[in-house]
Structure formats: C-alpha cells, structure tokens
C-alpha cells in the first residue's frame, strides 16, 4: 500500500534555492516511490515584491539586500549553480542580469492548478525556474512567459489572456497572506499534510526522513484495532 503525501511547496520563481529544494524533494519522492505517493502544489511567495517594473540589476539588488560585496555575491552564486546542478537544474554560467517581479509567474502558476491540476503546475513551475536561472529570461516578458507556458503543455494564448487581464490576482494575493499568518517568512517552505513544516533546500535525506515518518504514523494509525463501544 502507499500513502499519499500531499505536500505545499512554498516558494518563488526567482529563489535558486526553491530550485534546489525541488530537486532535492523530487529525488526523496522517487526513492520512496514504492511506499509513498507524492503531490506537490505549489504556493506563491515573493522574494521581492518591491521590486519595480523592468527589474533591478540583480549584483546591485543583491548587494544592498544583503550587505555583501560584489565579490563575495559572485563566489555565493558559484557555489549556488553547484547546488543546483546537482539537484538538477543546469543553471546559466552568468548571474542572470535582472531581478523580476514575479507576480504574473505566480497567476499562471495558480491558473495551470485550477484549470489543469497539480501535474500541469509542476510542469509549469520547472519551466519557469528554466526560464529564469537557465535562460536567464525576461520574467516581466509576456512572449517568454508564453514561451515557458508552452513547453510545458499549456495553451500559451489563453495565458496571454490571464496575462494582460490580471486574472487570479486576488486570490494569489490572498494565499501570500495566508502563509504571512503562518509565519511562512522564508522560502522554500515544505508544508507536508498541511502539518508538518521543512524549511530551506534540505538534504535528499530529510526529505526522505520525513516521507518515511509520515508513512509509519499512517500504518500505524491503521494497525490499530478498532474498539466497539457499548
């Protein structure tokens, strides 16, 4: 028998380290495939909400945000592709460019899971972190977005539409306040069976822990005998 996990993965398009906690969480579902069914949805969360339209140079971005020198923000960056080259994300030798806003990426994300289901989201949030740390794409571009929809299986005009119509807004906007209530500050945040938190890009193995922790509690609970009452 195996147990279904369903897993909340809080996180942004434009977190390097989203990425490399996805790989790491995907390789944990495959190696307990055979006790475990995992589902990933995906949760909005903005690393940089304030940043304005046409992007910010990111070494600047970077550096005013977390005190660090130019240097010192590319040698972190080296280690980061490391990271995720690993954990399967072949990012781009360049630090990309700019920093996006990445609002509309999380209204496309919401679309393709109501309309299209959690399997079409996960494809569409892989393209999205290859467009943005593989290509190096243009996260504001609508014809990149569209492109990014495309590989993914989905209708790239009908993304167009929610696009320029600014459809889903109000919910994404209230899902990032809900995960705010949870005190959900950091991303990636892994949420599994809406009561059990791993944060940061975690080791294959305590995502495995985890899996394996959720799979006992559950044959266990199961094991128990059931009590007639009077």
């Given at each position: 028998m195996?147990?279904k996990?369903?897993v909340?993965f809080?996180?942004?398009v434009?977190?390097?380290?989203c990425?490399?906690?996805?790989?790491?969480l995907?390789?944990?579902?495959?190696?307990m495939?055979?006790?475990?069914?995992?589902?990933?949805?995906?949760r909005?969360?903005?690393?940089?909400?304030n940043?304005p339209?046409?992007?910010?140079?990111?070494?600047?971005?970077?550096?005013?945000?977390?005190g660090?020198s130019?240097?010192?923000i590319?040698?972190?960056?080296i280690?980061i592709?490391?990271h995720?080259?690993?954990a399967?994300f072949?990012?781009n030798?360049?630090?990309?460019?700019?920093?996006?806003?990445?609002?509309?990426c999380?209204?496309?994300l919401?679309w393709?899971?109501?309309?299209?289901?959690y399997?079409a989201?996960?494809?569409?949030?892989?393209?999205?972190?290859?467009t943005?740390f593989?290509?190096n794409?243009?996260l504001?571009?609508p014809?990149?977005?569209?492109?990014?929809v495309?590989?993914?299986?989905l209708d790239?005009?009908q993304?167009?539409?929610?696009?320029?119509?600014?459809q889903?807004g109000?919910?994404v906007?209230?899902m990032?306040?809900?995960?705010?209530h949870?005190n959900i500050?950091?991303?990636?945040?892994?949420?599994?069976n809406?009561?059990?938190?791993?944060q940061g890009a975690?080791?294959i193995?305590v995502?495995?822990n985890?899996?394996?922790?959720?799979?006992?509690?559950?044959?266990a609970?199961?094991?128990?005998?059931?009590i007639?009452?009077?």
């Open positions: 195996r147990v996990i369903h909340d809080v996180s942004d434009a977190c390097p380290w990425a490399v906690g996805l790989g790491h995907e390789q944990a579902a495959l190696n495939a055979d006790q475990a069914e995992v589902e990933i949805f995906f909005p969360f903005e690393l940089n909400p940043v339209r046409g992007g910010m140079n990111t070494i600047d971005h970077l550096t005013e945000k977390y660090s130019a240097h010192d590319k040698i972190n960056q280690k592709r490391e995720a080259r690993l399967g072949d990012f030798d360049e630090i990309r460019p700019m920093i996006y806003n990445t609002f509309t999380h209204r496309l919401h393709a899971l109501e309309e299209h289901g399997v989201q996960y494809r569409l949030k892989r393209e999205l972190l290859e943005c593989c290509r794409e243009d504001e571009d014809y990149k977005l569209c492109a990014a495309e590989r993914a299986d790239p005009l993304a167009l539409e929610i696009i320029n119509s600014g889903y109000q919910e906007r209230e990032e306040e809900h995960y705010r949870l500050n950091s991303v990636p945040s892994i949420i599994m809406e009561k059990y938190l791993l975690q080791p193995e995502f495995e985890a899996f394996q922790e959720i799979v006992d509690e559950y044959l609970q199961a094991d128990q005998p059931i007639a009452k009077d």
